[in-house]
């Protein structure tokens, strides 16, 4: 049985999503081998090599791949398919944009958001925004899954790097055309792989309120996350966005300040370890998932907690 | 140009769902049931498009129980020209939802799909970028903002670490994220207009590529339920319990 995990990077790196992904390979094989597309990714591939228990990378470096559309990158995964029995990818929004294309390129299903795997064929994944668990088996020959990066731990990048193998085939595909991107400046860990967040709600009023938000997570060297009404209301960019249709985290310690709890924010953040909620509503659904629940102004309590944590 | 839009009766969002106790799945008898949100905003984005003189027709498709009908009439009251409805009640993985919205798309040549990113019962944002796949077509997927012209579509896409914009010939498949739009609420008197629009029902049988079986449901179950926090009175209860008990500062 072989794997090939489909990293994700920005030609420079290779993101820490990808050790999530080959911590899931690794469950069912000792044969896993990394793709890295793209355009001057040498250096993204050099990274994927060191990752502990990978036999080889294969390195696809062509201007066709520059900006990894899913198109491209989909066809390249076909010419290489007959070799491997899984496809792999975190459930990131470039996972969730390229693996559908592969498995329907393959005539299989694909599974989204793997939770658990149990058998070579046998997996699990949330419905209903994490409110249920499927537990499915999967009857196609080659499987194709994206895994939740939250459930599978990282692996570790090691010091001996597997061999890297260029892979020469180009694909032609002139349809889709990169007119730009706006990237949000990052001087703060990764929302999906931070072990401390800080998400802001409604409650913040405003988008210079949410720097309050922003300020306790740099004390506490956090993330920052959003309820989508706060996304809605633009006070924090999109990317922020933790819940059903945002991002899925799962940090030690989240710490929620004036969100309520919709049913699709609770579904992005209730495996995480600890929960603290900060509201003022004492009725407010957080605090029914909360291991904390501090009620009170956050106007008030957030400069006061900002000037402890400063204290210690 | 013709647009195709596919939509699917779920659960209402609002409702809180319940696993059945013998872990046959998730219980929908008497549930309230309503448009995926997603395929709603797709639908409004279609319908604004041939407000402004760009699409010539909507055609909505649903596959599904019978009771998918209530979900077309609405789209059509919300302002589709005419619906298909592939009726069964098998539920499906996206792999064969796509074989069926290919063979649908093949035979009426729209020049653009415009679905909901993902459904909210089964999650698993996956019909429009394998439909695109089987017709050999560009993606534009997750999209905030749409752009049409005649031979092409230019799209703002929710990415990882922001916002990315493409531009992709036509025809293309779009899937529509949250922020596309607010979807419209249908008028009495379009209501009353969209029971004589044209549904066709079609049956099952005459989309062979969809039947093959893919996956087999094992169970389904409750997820684990969180323990019961406490409540704390003050800044400095909260950072001695973080400190000392969660241990997590």
């Given amino acids: ?312 | 140009m013709k647009v195709l839009v596919a939509v699917k009766r779920v659960i209402d969002p609002y409702v809180r769902v319940r696993v059945a106790e013998d872990g046959t799945g998730v219980i929908t008898k008497n549930a309230k049931m309503a448009m995926n949100p997603f395929d709603e905003i797709a639908l409004e984005q279609a319908i604004r498009l041939k407000e402004a003189g760009l699409v010539s027709e909507i055609i909505l498709v649903s596959i599904g129980e019978h009771a998918g009908q209530e979900t077309l009439r609405k789209g059509l009251a919300m302002g589709a020209d005419r619906a298909i409805h592939v009726e069964t009640d098998a539920t499906f993985q996206p792999i064969q939802i796509a074989h069926i919205l290919k063979q649908i798309a093949d035979e009426e040549k729209p020049m653009l799909a415009l679905l909901g990113k993902q459904t909210i019962d089964g999650d698993h944002n996956q019909t429009g970028q394998m439909l695109a796949a089987l017709l050999d077509w560009p993606q534009a997927t997750f999209i905030s903002e749409l752009t049409l012209t005649a031979t092409t579509a230019t799209a703002c896409r929710e990415i990882d670490g922001g916002l990315e914009t493409i531009e992709v010939d036509l025809p293309a498949v779009v899937t529509a994220d949250l922020r596309l739009n607010e979807p419209r609420y249908a008028s009495l008197p379009s209501i009353m207009k969209a029971k004589s629009k044209p549904l066709v029902t079609r049956s099952l049988s005459e989309f062979p590529a969809a039947q093959i079986e893919h996956i087999k449901v094992l169970a389904v179950s409750a997820p684990a339920e969180r323990k019961p926090g406490v409540r704390v009175d003050s800044v400095e209860a909260l950072m001695d319990k973080l400190k000392n008990e969660a241990q997590v500062i």
């Fill in chain 1, 1 to 312: 049985m072989r794997v090939l995990v489909i990293a994700e990077h920005s030609q420079e790196t290779c993101f820490s999503a990808t050790d999530h992904a080959v911590t899931a390979a690794k469950q069912l094989t000792s044969d896993v081998d990394i793709l890295i597309a793209g355009e001057g990714c040498k250096k993204a591939a050099e990274r994927a090599a060191t990752l502990e228990g990978v036999t080889q990378v294969l390195l696809a470096d062509h201007g066709c791949y520059q900006h990894q559309f899913a198109e491209s990158l989909s066809k390249l995964i076909l010419t290489l398919a007959p070799e491997y029995d899984y496809f792999i990818a975190a459930a990131t929004q470039f996972g969730k944009n390229l693996m559908p294309r592969v498995a329907a390129l393959l005539n299989v299903a694909q599974l989204s958001d793997v939770v658990a795997i149990e058998s070579a064929d046998i997996f699990v994944r949330p419905l209903y925004a994490g409110n249920a668990l499927e537990q499915v088996q999967l009857l196609d020959a080659k499987k194709v899954l994206t895994i939740r990066a939250t459930a599978f731990s990282a692996t570790n990048h090691g010091i001996t790097p597997a061999p890297i193998k260029q892979i020469d085939t180009q694909i032609d595909w002139n349809k889709t055309r990169f007119i730009r991107q706006t990237l949000s400046p990052c001087e703060r860990p990764d929302l999906t792989t931070a072990r401390i967040i800080v998400s802001g709600g409604r409650g913040l009023q405003s988008q210079e309120n949410f720097q309050l938000v922003e300020r306790l997570a740099d004390i506490l060297g956090a993330a920052v996350g959003a309820s989508r009404a706060a996304v809605d209301a633009g006070f924090a960019p999109n990317d922020y966005q933790v819940g059903q249709t945002g991002k899925v985290v799962a940090p030690q310690l989240y710490i929620a300040v004036g969100i309520s709890g919709a049913i699709q924010h609770i579904a992005g953040m209730k495996d995480s370890k600890v929960i603290v909620a900060i509201n003022q509503d004492p009725d407010a659904t957080i605090f029914s998932y909360a291991d904390y629940g501090l009620v009170g102004d956050l106007f008030e309590i957030l400069p006061k907690l900002i000037t402890a944590l400063q204290n210690q």
